[in-house]
């Protein structure tokens, strides 16, 4: 029997959040979109909510929460604010390989940290001329004895200039290409980490988003996670786990816009009776109802499979790709609704709808979702 409810757990953790992401994301959102500071105050509050290590295990001192119930509590966190939930979000990413592939010796030295006190983890995959095309990753960690030396450079990594723990992506075997790469756990206090200048974004502007630089960096061999050479299989397994949450970020965001636009529908007088009366804009309603709907369906279903232990890489696919499509279309349709209005800063719109975009380009972007979601439906051609 398909029951589509949650349980009594779920909604207690899905209030939590909006009770959150209303009285502390919200209120605070448009002063953390200018840039000027970090938002340190309400992520000490997301650290002691558990927003932060909801995905370690219980054993390990953290949440232990589900994908299901991550998807629930991320939806709430980026209708509060994008920007803060992709810190939360990011934190969360870099954390998963050492889950997924690390032994119970790592997890409990690596995680330690983060369930005593705040802390973020960064996610150190992409470079310059490292994209989508992960295979075509430079950084090179080479063994010297009982350490790995780390030279190269990543950019646009999320949480990289006030993370304690990075998780690199680098080849160990430069002669064996996408099969020589590797992941290693970095500290933040290892010397020969560069910090460069923090990105100007369009949206997402309460989050930190640097280049970095490695010089030298000297890291135990003990911190490799999995083996030598098993880095892009590290990095693929824990994409499929995280990007039903990026769906359900774009949920959250394209709820918000349509909660701003009916609010706004419903006041606004023209031709003598509200804009909501008028049947294009009832229809724009309508339409941007059933894909929020649709989404979340989509992004419930991955991660339910998930939890399940069932396949899902086309399902979390989906969920991610249709989640962050629906909300660039749902923030630019409800902008529309509110006119010229809608283009100013004295309204949520315009954040929103730059908010949107970066979800339809991090954690692969959707064209290689696309991309994914093809080859399982076509399967081999013989």
Not at 311 to 334: I, L, Q
């Amino acid at each position: 029997m398909i029951d589509f409810s949650l349980n009594d757990e779920q909604k207690a953790l899905q209030e939590m959040a909006r009770e959150f992401a209303l009285k502390e994301m919200r209120p605070n959102a448009a002063r953390y979109d200018k840039g000027d500071a970090a938002p340190d105050e309400v992520m000490r509050k997301a650290f002691e909510a558990g927003f932060l290590t909801c995905n370690i295990p219980a054993e390990y001192g953290g949440g232990g929460l589900g994908n299901l119930d991550t998807a629930i509590i991320s939806e709430e966190l980026a209708w509060g604010c994008a920007g803060m939930f992709t810190s939360m979000m990011a934190c969360s990413l870099a954390l998963t390989p050492i889950l997924l592939f690390g032994t119970d010796e790592q997890k409990k030295k690596f995680f330690a940290p983060f369930v005593r006190e705040k802390n973020f983890a960064a996610f150190c995959l992409t470079e310059r001329e490292a994209g989508s095309d992960a295979g075509a990753t430079k950084t090179r960690a080479l063994r010297e004895g009982d350490h790995y030396v780390i030279n190269g450079s990543k950019c646009f990594i999320t949480n990289g200039g006030i993370s304690s723990l990075y998780v690199v992506f680098a080849l160990t075997d430069p002669d064996k290409g996408i099969r020589g790469v590797s992941a290693i756990v970095v500290p933040r206090d290892s010397p020969g980490i560069v910090i460069g200048k923090e990105e100007d974004k369009l949206g997402h502007r309460a989050s930190n988003t640097v280049e970095m630089t490695f010089e030298d960096v000297r890291v135990p061999a003990g911190n490799l996670l999995a083996k030598e050479g098993m880095g892009f299989i590290v990095a693929m397994k824990t994409l499929d786990k995280t990007r039903a949450s990026v769906g359900a970020a774009g949920v959250g965001i394209a709820r918000a816009a349509l909660e701003h636009a009916v609010e706004y529908a419903k006041t606004r007088i023209q031709f003598g009776k509200p804009i909501a009366l008028l049947q294009n804009t009832a229809f724009q309603v309508a339409q941007m109802a059933m894909e929020v709907n649709a989404a979340r369906h989509l992004v419930w279903h991955a991660a339910w499979l998930m939890d399940q232990g069932k396949p899902c890489g086309k399902e979390s696919a989906m969920a991610k790709c249709f989640g962050s499509d629906v909300a660039m279309k749902t923030t630019v349709e409800a902008l529309q609704i509110f006119g010229g209005y809608g283009y100013m800063k004295d309204y949520p719109m315009e954040k929103l709808m730059r908010d949107a975009k970066l979800l339809q380009i991090y954690e692969g972007t959707n064209e290689i979702q696309r991309l994914v979601i093809s080859r399982e439906v076509i399967g081999p051609i013989k």
